[in-house]
């Protein structure tokens, strides 16, 4: 497809489970973005790539959140131990290499820790 | 640090009826600045975008205006349709540093036909 896929489209974990969720960006963007969407509220940011690369890492709540992307394309972002705080949506857009490009954003993970 | 938000959590609106929703923006570095739509179950969806050097600009059907000044941005929605009916949320980023954009809680717009 032409836009930004997710998936799963819905997670549903117990408690201290690790997860991966998964991302793939629109064919030659080569920014990466990751969000949380908590119910009812706006996007949160999480983390940035450039590339394979991570330049911003500041937005990760935990040292349980990790992200890596390799090849330039697909990511994965990776929850340890995952808690009922850790419930919300995870969207994933991305955009061109240039300052402020659009970013185009996936229909997201419904991620739900019981 | 970076603050977004908006005056009014949910706006109703009559179908054909003009739309106006409201953004305040604290960081007065932020230079561009993006609506989106979000739909139940979907993702943010692209709507029209504003760079600091403007104050104005249309799109169909959508205009968004710029103030600095207040630090507060708009968006209209003109002749609204059932299609409408979402939660916006406006965005802002700053020129330097990553390109992560900041977002406001969020409008509802219901549209009643």
């Known amino acids: 497809g032409a836009g930004v896929s997710q998936s799963p489209s819905n997670k549903v974990t117990e408690k201290g489970k690790d997860v991966e969720l998964r991302c793939d960006p629109i064919?030659?963007?080569?920014?990466l973005y990751w969000y949380r969407q908590s119910l009812g509220q706006g996007l949160e940011f999480l983390i940035y790539?450039?590339?394979?690369?991570?330049?911003?890492k500041s937005g990760l709540p935990s040292d349980r959140f990790s992200a890596e992307r390799t090849g330039g394309s697909v990511s994965t972002l990776t929850i340890q131990r995952t808690q009922q705080e850790d419930s919300a949506v995870y969207l994933c857009?991305?955009?061109?290499?240039?300052?402020?490009?659009?970013?185009?954003f996936g229909p997201g993970t419904r991620l739900l820790v019981l | 640090g970076e603050s977004v938000g908006l005056h009014l959590p949910t706006l109703s609106v009559q179908e054909g009826d003009n739309s106006i929703i409201n953004c305040a923006y604290s960081?007065?570095?932020?230079?561009?600045f993006i609506w989106y739509k979000q739909e139940s179950g979907k993702g943010p969806q692209f709507i029209i975008d504003?760079?600091?050097?403007?104050d104005k600009r249309q799109g169909q059907r959508v205009t968004v205006l710029l103030n600095k000044t207040v630090k507060h941005l708009s968006l209209q929605i003109a002749a609204t349709q059932p299609g409408d009916s979402a939660v916006y949320f406006c965005?802002?980023?700053?020129?330097?540093?990553?390109?992560?954009?900041?977002f406001g809680t969020g409008t509802r717009l219901t549209v009643i036909p």
């Open positions: 965005a802002e980023n700053t020129p330097t540093g990553a390109n992560n954009l900041f």
């Open positions: 064919s030659g963007h080569t920014a």
């Open positions: 857009a991305s955009s061109g290499r240039a300052h402020q490009e659009t970013q185009y």
């Open positions: 960081n007065s570095a932020s230079d561009y």
């Open positions: 790539f450039q590339g394979n690369s991570a330049p911003d």
């Open positions: 504003i760079r600091s050097n403007m």
